[in-house]
């Protein structure tokens, strides 16, 4: 290794660069090194000298627009340059205090004042306004020798979600170019020339009318007060919010956010994020950036509610606990079921499991996987060990050369995971492959869209990987290596012709056989393959909800044989990474709450396991061995009168079954119902007994994400009214049951999760907290090569129990838990039934509702955006980022232009 380059051990695999050269300079006489490629403005930054900028944001491509971050470089001339998008080099002087610098800076603010109004007591931004800070740093004058009389406008409303003060806009671009590269919406443009221009919504439409997906990051970034969110305007100032770091409580990417609280109204004002925290960084989605309304919703349950002469009618938490422990304690075994929430704590969920098997001694526990439908035990488990997604999100973005999507609809579903890829796509060029029965937003922007008949993704993926073999262009060496049941599977694939399955897809041969070879080479083509044997990485990425249908395993299987085949298992940028749905659905999993599962992903047929958890709890009893009834067995159960009882937290069966009448009878049928929620659902209207739950932001715990990253959850507000956080109330019922106060904080849980749970060993909420290092590409930060970052809040992904402290980014590197993966052949002709309903929750779903509606349903602002026509990335509602109508064009979707290289 060259003395003058940086080794990056431990580093989070974003890039498999693992060493950065360095360049040596001086700012203001002060030496600075950095990796090379990196602009003058961030060498500065690391240096903690601050220089003014505006237009700068770091993953973006540097725009140069604002000209306020002049600096003086001396090499063998001195000059006066923008010091973003000026990359250091060796030997470099800097100066950014000289009088030329000074004098420079302060004029281009004079001129940015020019027009902007002195109207900072009565701005949103007051307080936190880049423009407000520049003008005091660059100590512009009063007297402003600029000066000419100024041009106003009015507040304009462009849609339920943002407004806009155009004369406060200094032209910085930065929203445009946000909406463009970042989320790939193309809802804001430029308008007029010269100083008459101004943002708009792309073609002077209402933004309701454009690709706008509301996701709120135009106005996170404008560094001024010009647009604004409408939830936010004029009910708060900066000073008075107390900010607090959390994790959103939708889908599974897991975004990091902060909730910003008014100290003396105790109520949330806005949602925001920080480029330089979590996974995501500055990016949410509509729902995490509007999605906290619910919380403030009038109708939250308050007190405890027992059902008296046939009415539910409030009591106190003493009498509640009573009845339950006194009620519960004539129900076990298999009389009593459980079904657990995919949106509570990874501690609520680990308790509500101890609750159910421990105390009431039954296997009969399960969550919502997705789809309203509960975990199954066949697909990716049976062939790798596990069905989590195996290798982390950016690194999919970063070394990924080919992505395979699914039968899912990531921009509804998974929504910053696909304005993420569609940048990775434009910027990296990965050849993106969109297989759905219907166009999808991300179609727009694919190498090749496969449009297959619905339920034909079986045949669609085992017949890819057919054709794989056949053309010789599988792994040989891995297979050989690592895989079992290849000769079965290859006798199987046999009936897999290309015609056969053209025919069973209704996808052209052709573009079969194109499709199967572009994703197994990588994109190099068939004479690409490496030294090891193998062609550049490519992954497969789809909502686990795809594969929870009936038949639904056949789907997981042909997905690991298109990975298996190629050795796209256990290496940077690959895997089969199946997502799950809800913010906490792979910790709900990783807790046990499957009927086959004990906490750690381990079989209740495991006696070892078992006689360990025995202990843990303290059981004076053996845990049972056989595995117990599925969610949608439950409602058999009822009906047939093997279960009595239910207790029911964070979920809403009642409406989110397939079946919900068939579901809701069998629910009214129980001898005694016990429903824990934050609402009065549909559910909880049957229960005999309603306990009042926390909302996300009233609590402390954790959350493991799709990418199965642990992620700490911080309490931002108080309690309404006499709700408890989930796991005090379950904490209090064992009390109650004879069990002792176990925890007086949700962190005691956690440490008894790490000691019981070998993939969380080491876990601590300091440990979730820490810095993260973090390669990877940002353009507006350091020019043609990757950047090294100190990310904060970066989490854990698990297993934890590793020498790097963010854990495993990437599965099966050193092999599978059983020692080799196993191939298992799917008969040709497999095709899934129709109108189960699958597809409401994979692709015909709502960018602004997301299950039930229980939380989504009660927010204003998405349900007005959601009914009043803004754009949407459901098919079915026919537009928004990607969605193109019949032959009118206006629906324009992810901008398809490359990002390229300045």
Not at 96 to 115: G, I, M, N, P, Y
Not at 272 to 299: H, I, P, T
Request: proline share 5%.
């Amino acid at each position: 290794m060259e003395a003058n380059t940086l080794p990056l051990p431990g580093a989070q695999v974003m890039s498999q660069q693992t060493e950065i050269e360095m360049v040596n300079l001086t700012i203001d006489d002060k030496p600075v090194t950095v990796p090379k490629g990196t602009f003058v403005l961030y060498a500065a930054q690391q240096a903690g000298i601050a220089i003014p900028n505006f237009c700068q944001y770091p993953d973006l491509r540097p725009f140069g627009a604002c000209r306020t971050c002049m600096v003086e470089i001396v090499t063998k001339r001195s000059s006066m340059d923008i010091s973003c998008s000026t990359p250091v080099s060796e030997g470099m002087k800097v100066y950014t205090k000289s009088q030329k610098v000074v004098e420079a800076q302060r004029f281009a603010v004079e001129a940015l004042l020019v027009d902007h109004p002195v109207d900072c007591p009565i701005c949103d931004k007051s307080g936190e306004c880049d423009l407000q800070n520049h003008a005091y740093t660059t100590r512009v004058r009063v007297n402003n020798p600029l000066a000419r009389p100024k041009m106003s406008w009015e507040y304009e409303t462009l849609s339920e979600s943002v407004m806009i003060k155009r004369d406060r806009c200094v032209l910085c671009g930065r929203c445009v170019r946000v909406c463009d590269e970042l989320v790939g919406s193309t809802a804001l443009a430029w308008a007029r020339r010269g100083y008459a221009s101004y943002i708009d919504a792309a073609f002077g439409e209402d933004l309701k009318q454009s690709p706008c997906v509301s996701c709120g990051l135009c106005i996170e970034v404008c560094p001024v007060g010009a647009l604004l969110n409408t939830s936010y305007h004029d009910t708060a100032r900066a000073w008075f919010l107390k900010r607090v770091d959390t994790i959103c409580t939708f889908c599974g990417v897991g975004c990091n956010m902060q909730i910003h609280v008014e100290e003396g109204s105790g109520r949330i004002k806005r949602i925001m994020a920080d480029s330089e925290k979590g996974v995501n960084g500055q990016q949410l989605c509509a729902r995490g950036f509007f999605g906290y309304e619910f919380v403030q919703e009038e109708d939250r349950l308050t007190e405890p509610l027992v059902r008296k002469n046939g009415e539910l009618v409030p009591t106190t938490w003493r009498e509640a606990f009573g009845i339950v422990a006194e009620r519960l304690s004539g129900y076990h075994g298999s009389q009593f079921a459980g079904i657990a929430g995919a949106h509570n704590t990874n501690e609520e969920n680990y308790l509500f499991g101890k609750l159910v098997r421990g105390v009431m001694g039954s296997n009969n526990l399960d969550h919502d996987a997705g789809a309203g439908r509960g975990v199954r035990a066949l697909g990716l488990r049976e062939v790798f060990g596990s069905d989590a997604a195996m290798n982390s999100f950016v690194d999919i973005f970063e070394n990924s050369r080919a992505v395979l999507i699914i039968g899912s609809n990531l921009s509804a579903s998974h929504p910053v995971f696909s304005y993420r890829l569609q940048t990775a796509v434009r910027r990296r060029g990965i050849k993106l492959i969109v297989a759905s029965p219907t166009p999808v937003p991300l179609s727009q922007i694919a190498e090749l869209n496969l449009q297959y008949r619905e339920g034909a993704e079986a045949d669609l993926l085992n017949g890819m990987a057919a054709i794989i073999a056949q053309r010789g262009i599988a792994a040989e060496g891995f297979l050989r290596d690592r895989v079992d049941g290849v000769g079965e599977w290859s006798d199987a694939a046999q009936g897999y012709s290309l015609e056969a399955v053209a025919s069973s897809t209704g996808v052209p041969a052709e573009m079969l056989e194109r499709a199967a070879i572009l994703w197994a080479t990588g994109g190099a083509g068939e004479e690409g393959r490496g030294e090891e044997g193998l062609f550049p990485p490519a992954a497969i990425v789809y909502s686990n909800a795809l594969s929870l249908r009936d038949g639904g395993e056949r789907i997981d299987y042909g997905a690991a044989a298109l990975a298996l085949l190629t050795g796209n298992v256990g290496r940077p940028g690959a895997g089969v990474n199946s997502l799950k749905v809800a913010n906490n659905g792979q910790g709900a999993l990783d807790m046990g709450c499957a009927p086959f599962l004990l906490p750690g992903e381990l079989s209740v047929e495991d006696a070892g396991a078992r006689e360990r958890l025995q202990q843990v709890w303290g059981l004076d009893r053996q845990l049972e061995p056989e595995p117990g009834l599925s969610l949608e067995e439950m409602t058999r159960g009822v009906e047939r009168g093997q279960i009595r009882a239910m207790y029911v937290m964070g979920s809403n069966p009642a409406e989110a079954s397939p079946n919900p009448g068939r579901t809701r009878d069998a629910l009214s049928r129980l001898q005694f119902l016990v429903v824990q929620d934050m609402f009065l659902t549909p559910t909880a209207q049957l229960a005999d007994v309603v306990l009042p739950a926390c909302s996300w932001a009233e609590k402390d715990g954790t959350f493991t994400n799709a990418e199965r990253r642990i992620q700490r959850v911080n309490k931002a507000l108080n309690s309404v009214g006499q709700s408890l956080p989930d796991w005090t109330i379950l904490t209090q019922l064992l009390e109650r049951m004879g069990y002792g106060r176990l925890y007086r904080r949700s962190e005691d849980i956690l440490d008894e999760i790490a000691s019981v749970v070998p993939k969380y060993a080491g876990i601590t909420p300091l440990r979730l907290e820490r810095e993260g290092t973090v390669v990877r590409q940002r353009p507006g930060k350091v020019y043609r090569n990757p950047s090294v970052d100190q990310i904060g809040r970066l989490g854990v992904q698990w297993p934890a129990d590793t020498e790097d402290p963010s854990g495993t980014g990437v599965l099966y590197a050193d092999g599978f838990p059983d020692g080799r993966a196993r191939l298992i052949p799917v008969p040709f002709g497999t095709r899934a039934p129709l109108g189960d309903g699958v597809y409401k929750s994979t692709i015909y779903t709502s960018l602004y509702h997301q299950g039930t509606g229980t939380m989504t349903g009660r927010c204003p602002t998405l349900v007005s955006l959601h009914e009043h026509g803004a754009a949407d990335s459901s098919p079915e509602r026919g537009r928004g980022v990607g969605m193109l109508t019949g032959p009118l064009l206006r629906q324009s979707g992810y901008s398809t232009g490359q990002l390229t290289d300045i």
